[in-house]
């Protein structure tokens, strides 16, 4: 009996073991344990990673890109433009150049023609004066005079060969004067006197047209 009673004893001062049951899981039944990090993960991060600095890189080589190409155009239109510029005022000064070689070209004519107008007039009254009845002239030119100054005129002195076609005209107070050159007369008046010499006006304005064409 003794015996029974220690057994009993040393049975029940044994350490007790607490075992903790294993949590359950939101269903009520036992919760599985926790699974391991799946390697893939990162390397999906990674390509992630990769994929966004390619996007990035592409955005900064597009705008890049169209930066290049609005400096390019911007630069061709300048190059244009200053181009179009040196061709205008290329051609402005080729027609300049035209208009100098051909205002130098008239002024040489009128040169030419400032040289030979002289000579021309010269020829011609010469033609004319070989021409010229000068008793008729001087006798037109008298009559005229004496009508121009009408109550004034004293008296007529003409040249021996004047005196027929002057009294012809109705002219009075005429009379010869020996000491006057052919185709010349001199009238008289009261406020002083008119000497009618056109063949010698006549003379020197040859003589000057001469004069003129060897000073050209």
């Given at each position: 009996m003794s015996a029974l009673i220690k057994a009993s004893a040393a049975q029940a001062?044994?350490?007790?073991?607490?075992?903790?049951?294993?949590?359950?899981?939101?269903?009520?039944?036992?919760?599985?344990?926790?699974?391991?990090?799946d390697p893939r993960d990162a390397t999906i991060n990674r390509?992630?990673?990769?994929?966004?600095?390619?996007?990035?890189?592409?955005?900064?080589?597009?705008?890049?890109?169209?930066q290049a190409l609005a400096a390019a155009r911007a630069e061709g239109m300048r190059a244009g433009a200053a181009q179009s510029a040196t061709r205008e005022a290329d051609r402005c000064a080729a027609v300049e150049d035209a208009i100098v070689l051909a205002q130098a070209a008239f002024e040489a004519r009128l040169d030419a023609l400032e040289a030979l107008a002289p000579a021309l007039a010269s020829r011609a009254l010469g033609k004319?004066?070989?021409?010229?009845?000068?008793?008729?002239?001087?006798?037109?030119?008298?009559?005229?005079?004496?009508?121009?100054?009408?109550?004034?005129?004293?008296g007529v002195r003409v040249a021996?060969?004047?005196?027929?076609?002057?009294?012809?005209?109705?002219?009075?107070?005429?009379a010869v004067d020996r000491g006057l050159p052919d185709?010349?007369?001199?009238?008289?008046?009261?406020?002083g006197e008119v000497d009618v010499d056109v063949g010698s006006a006549v003379a020197a304005l040859i003589d000057r047209l001469d004069d003129l064409v060897v000073g050209a």
């Open positions: 001062l044994r350490p007790v073991r607490i075992v903790t049951p294993p949590p359950s899981s939101p269903g009520g039944g036992p919760s599985e344990p926790p699974s391991a990090p390509l992630e990673l990769a994929l966004a600095a390619m996007a990035e890189e592409q955005a900064e080589a597009a705008t890049a890109h169209e004319l004066v070989d021409r010229i009845d000068w008793h008729d002239l001087v006798t037109e030119t008298v009559a005229s005079q004496v009508a121009r100054l009408r109550q004034t005129v004293v021996p060969d004047l005196i027929e076609p002057v009294t012809a005209r109705g002219i009075a107070n005429v185709g010349t007369a001199h009238i008289v008046c009261a406020l």
